[in-house]
Structures are given as C-alpha cells and as structure tokens.
C-alpha cells in the first residue's frame, strides 16, 4: 500500500510542483490552527485513519478535513481550507476506487498531527 500511495503522491506532486510554496504554507497554517484552535474543539472527535500510509485513507481524510472547516470555532482559518481545497483538486483525479480504510474516532489535535503528516508527504514527493 505504501507504494501506490507514494505513486499517487508523485503523480500528484508533478502537477503540483508550482505550488510547493503553497504546500509549505498550507503547512505552517494547518500548524497555527493545532495551536490555536486544539483547546477550543476539544470535544470534537474526527475519523482519523490509524495508518495515514494508506491509499485507502484519503478520502477520509478529505472528509475530516470537511468536518473540521464546517466547525464554527475554525471558521478563522479558512485560508488553510482554500488552499487545502487545491490540493484536493490535484489528488481527486488520481484516486482510483478505495477500499476499506480502518479509522478510529479521535481529538482534533491527533486529526491535525495526521493531517500534518499527509501534507508534508505530498509536500516530499513534489520535490522529487
């Protein structure tokens, strides 16, 4: 699984390569909202895949990404979701059919950690 997630990366990464700076950005926005906004939401419980490896997995993280920006608390940051939705965009068209992606309901803050983590491997394979 790790390599057909490393390939849709990587193909989304060269269509993306202008747009490493945005990645970077979209990086220390998501970084701002962790530390801002963890203590307000932390009664919110997100979908969170248990292995962010899994190509199976991005669609929820898309969705969870949607219920974090339709929380009134986050509505601060919607420079994060613009940009967050370009990326979106690039990723969309190179997803086959998913399968079953285990997931596990938990904080905002472990949601935005794995989120992190999902950006900044997009963000390496643009830079291969």
Request: hydrophobic fraction near 40%.
């Amino acid at each position: 699984m790790k390599t057909h997630l490393y390939l849709l990366l990587l193909a989304a990464g060269i269509s993306a390569a202008p747009q490493m700076s945005s990645m970077a950005e979209l990086l220390t926005l998501l970084q701002h909202m962790c530390e801002v906004m963890t203590k307000d939401i932390q009664n919110l419980r997100i979908e969170t895949p248990n292995n962010i490896d899994d190509v199976n997995c991005i669609s929820t993280i898309f969705e969870g990404t949607e219920q974090l920006k339709n929380n009134p608390a986050i509505k601060k940051f919607s420079v994060f979701f613009q940009k967050f939705e370009r990326l979106k965009q690039w990723l969309m068209p190179s997803l086959a059919k998913e399968g079953k992606c285990d997931t596990e309901r938990r904080s905002t803050t472990i949601f935005i950690k794995k989120l992190m983590t999902f950006i900044r491997k997009v963000l390496k394979t643009t830079r291969v």
